[in-house]
């Protein structure tokens, strides 16, 4: 049981240069999240998913998009990457939402140069 | 947003020491959760504890709702226990169902 898999683990990027951060989940989770953690501060909401084919923004959605391409899968996409990015992302998922338990991925170290 | 605030911010002890870290926040909660953030940079879910006590193993949590607190505590402490220690609370006045809101965290060092 892998519970939530994110790809890949590390990634560098240049400036301007764009990719996507794949996430799947086997728990049969609804929803699923995006957060970044910079240093010093605990996580923060990108974008989350509440079941497969609805999104909506966190707190911390510029610069960012996401796809729900079915019910195991979440993806973060960014478009033209800026060092402003350059954070630990992890992927999460719930039963529901509301009142239930969360589970997260291992992290994606991504570095902006 | 609901605010979430850990103490302490540090702690630093010799094995085979007890330690407290609280988890003060400022509104009604439906969820809190403990998770443990090992040097490799993994979130480990240590316990889902809304209200009441809890025990695993070496540790034990409580939450207080009614009084907006949490407590995990460390017993007999090991140098696997290092790492950052987060507490994580899902608002109940929040407009998306289960996003949690993190603390800041307490890093703790655990020395041989």
């Known amino acids: 049981n892998a519970g939530v898999t994110q790809t890949p683990k590390f990634q560098v990027l240049k400036t301007g240069q764009s990719m996507t951060l794949q996430c799947a989940q086997d728990?049969?989770?609804?929803?699923m999240y995006w957060y970044r953690q910079d240093p010093g501060m605990g996580l923060r909401l990108i974008y989350y998913s509440a079941s497969e084919g609805t999104t909506d923004k966190g707190e911390v959605p510029n610069g960012y998009n996401v796809s729900r391409l079915n019910k195991r899968e979440f993806s973060l996409r960014l478009e033209s990457a800026a060092p402003s990015q350059t954070s630990v992302y992890f992927c999460?998922?719930?039963?529901?939402?509301?009142?239930?338990?969360?589970?997260f991925g291992q992290g994606t170290r991504l570095t902006v140069v | 947003g609901i605010q979430v605030e850990q103490s302490p911010p540090d702690l630093i002890l010799q094995e085979g020491a007890n330690s407290t870290l609280r988890c003060n926040f400022s509104d009604s909660v439906n969820n809190l959760q403990w998770f443990h953030q090992n040097p490799w940079g993994q979130l480990i879910n240590l316990f889902y504890i809304p209200s009441g006590t809890k025990q695993n193993g070496r540790l034990s949590a409580t939450t207080v709702a009614t009084e907006r607190y949490s407590l995990l505590y460390i017993s007999s402490s090991q140098t696997t226990d290092s790492g950052v220690y987060f507490c994580?609370?899902?608002?109940?006045?929040?407009?998306?169902?289960?996003?949690?809101?993190f603390g800041r965290g307490t890093q703790l060092t655990v020395w041989p």
């Open positions: 994580a609370v899902e608002w109940n006045r929040g407009s998306t169902l289960g996003r949690l809101y």
């Open positions: 728990m049969n989770h609804n929803s």
């Open positions: 999460a998922s719930s039963s529901d939402g509301l009142y239930t338990e969360a589970f």
